[in-house]
T-cell receptor, first 115, second 111 residues
Framework: EAGVTQFPSHSVIEKGQTVTLRCDPI?????LYWYRRVMGKEIKFLLH????????ESGMPNNRFLAERTGGTYSTLKVQPAELEDSGVYFC?????????????FGPGTRLTVL | KQEVTQIPAALSVPEGENLVLNCSFT??????LQWFRQDPGKGLTSLLL?????REQTSGRLNASLDKSSGRSTLYIAASQPGDSATYLC??????????FGTGTSLTVIP
């Protein structure tokens, strides 16, 4: 069974540019989460989808971040325009509703560097 | 607000030694706690998941305990091996599926 995949693995952009990160969850997982780890800090929750609906987006830093999950399959996280403080590793995770106590499976992350 | 602390931040042990990693959280109203392993440049690998009603979970040489009332969890690694070297993270799930992470313990097992 394929795990959670994320694309790209690395992205280097200049301040003011736009970047779109993609996450493909494990097939059949309705829950999809985005997290971020900035240098030296703990991993922090950004938002949670159940299928195509945003269940909790309380962790989104500001309106420069836009997450979508059309069709309830893969998800994208767009940062527009990017700022220096957006640099970090963005993780995606998925879990299956009602199974295994919502055990979350993580992708390898996308390392974003904003110059 | 939930805060998760992991002590120590870094640990170095000789191969074969048993060791304990600690995780504490401030709000005992959790649904579950999950231990992860992260290798350099890689994602998080789930090790053990403990439901709030459970006291411990075991997988191979790993044993995780949970004392919800005191806000503590420990990850016990028996007979450590160089391949166990990684960063170990604990995360607690609270209402609404949100996870709160600790900053991790960086473990080095010396051959």
């Amino acid at each position: 069974e394929a795990g959670v995949t994320q694309f790209p693995s690395h992205s280097v952009i200049e301040k003011g540019q736009t970047v779109t990160l993609r996450c493909d969850p494990i097939s059949g997982h309705d829950n999809l989460y985005w997290y971020r780890r900035v240098m030296g800090k703990e991993i922090k929750f950004l938002l949670h989808f159940v299928k195509e609906s945003k269940q909790d987006e309380s962790g989104m830093p500001n309106n420069r971040f836009l997450a979508e999950r059309t069709g309830g399959t893969y998800s994208t996280l767009k940062v527009q325009p990017a700022e220096l403080e957006d640099s970090g590793v963005y993780f995606c995770a998925s879990s299956q509703i009602g199974r295994g106590g919502f055990e979350q499976f993580f992708g390898p992350g996308t390392r974003l560097t904003v110059l | 607000k939930q805060e998760v602390t992991q002590i120590p931040a870094a640990l170095s042990v000789p191969e074969g030694e048993n060791l304990v990693l600690n995780c504490s959280f401030t709000d005992s109203a959790i649904y579950n706690l999950q231990w992860f392993r992260q290798d350099p440049g890689k994602g998080l690998t789930s090790l053990l998941l403990i439901q709030s009603s459970q006291r411990e979970q075991t997988s191979g040489r790993l044993n995780a305990s949970l004392d919800k009332s005191s806000g503590r969890s420990t990850l016990y690694i028996a007979a450590s091996q160089p391949g166990d070297s990684a960063t170990y993270l604990c995360a607690v799930r609270v209402t609404g599926n949100q996870f709160y992470f600790g900053t991790g313990t960086s473990l080095t097992v010396i051959p």
